[in-house]
């Protein structure tokens, strides 16, 4: 069974560093590239960024660029997002999904449970 | 960037039709897909290809997409229902995915 499970819920502070984790079974690793996705409360889904497995290629969102840090273990089938500082906007909750991929097209088609991240003082 | 437009909420009575728009600038031309999200939970994809079904997902839901508008077809509603519905295409010109705001359907 293909499974995506996320690291539990976070409480930080602002300029406080985090790694939150992506850890997937059921499949190979690096036959599917990870997305992830910010919800903040109440609102919709933003894409953050898309991760390569294979080779750690990773492509972001330029809402994102340079704020957060995409990584991958082959040896351990984690993906991982990473804040070196984080910002009280960053409060939302993370998802983890697997991509899949055509040509031209791409969907998702597994989720994580979602990694709630708070950011306060 | 490539902007996909649904209504905020649609409410239907329990075993009548639910239709949820996707509109974009010629998205007939493109493949959408659409995501369930019930509260507390992560999304769920319920049609991939416009069209397709993932294994698990009931009959009840459909897809189309033809001109400027996609749709969400759920038929014979039932209170289980009650989500947020995302639709959510490629865009290739960025590579990256775009996602609809978000449809609330209540059940009545």
């Known amino acids: 069974e293909v499974q995506l499970v996320q690291s539990g819920a976070e409480v930080k502070k602002p300029g406080e560093s985090l790694r939150i984790s992506c850890g997937v079974s059921?499949?190979?690793?690096?036959?599917?590239?990870i997305t992830w996705v910010r919800q903040v409360p109440g609102k919709g889904l933003e894409w953050v960024g898309n991760i390569d497995p294979s080779d750690s290629y990773a492509k972001y969102s330029p809402s994102f660029q340079g704020h957060v840090t995409m990584s991958a273990d082959k040896s351990t089938s984690n993906v991982y997002l990473r804040w070196s500082s984080l910002r009280a906007s960053d409060t939302a909750t993370y998802y983890c999904?697997?991509?899949?991929?055509?040509?031209?097209?791409?969907?998702?088609?597994?989720w994580g449970q979602g990694t709630l991240v708070t950011v306060s003082s | 960037s490539y902007v996909l437009t649904q209504p905020p909420s649609v409410s239907v009575a329990p075993g009548k039709t639910a239709k949820i728009t996707c509109g974009g600038n010629n998205i007939g031309s493109q493949s959408v897909h659409w995501y369930q999200q019930k509260p507390g939970q992560a999304p769920v994809l319920v049609i991939y290809y416009d069209s397709d079904r993932p294994s698990g997902i009931p009959e009840r839901m459909s897809g189309s997409n033809s001109g400027n508008t996609a749709t969400l077809t759920i038929s014979r509603v039932e209170a289980g229902d009650e989500a947020d519905y995302y639709c959510q295409l490629w865009d290739n010109r960025s590579d990256h995915p775009v996602f609809g705001g978000g449809t609330k359907l209540t059940v009545l």
């Open positions: 999904a697997r991509r899949r991929m055509t040509t031209e097209l791409s969907w998702f088609d597994r």
């Open positions: 059921g499949y190979s690793f690096t036959n599917y590239w």
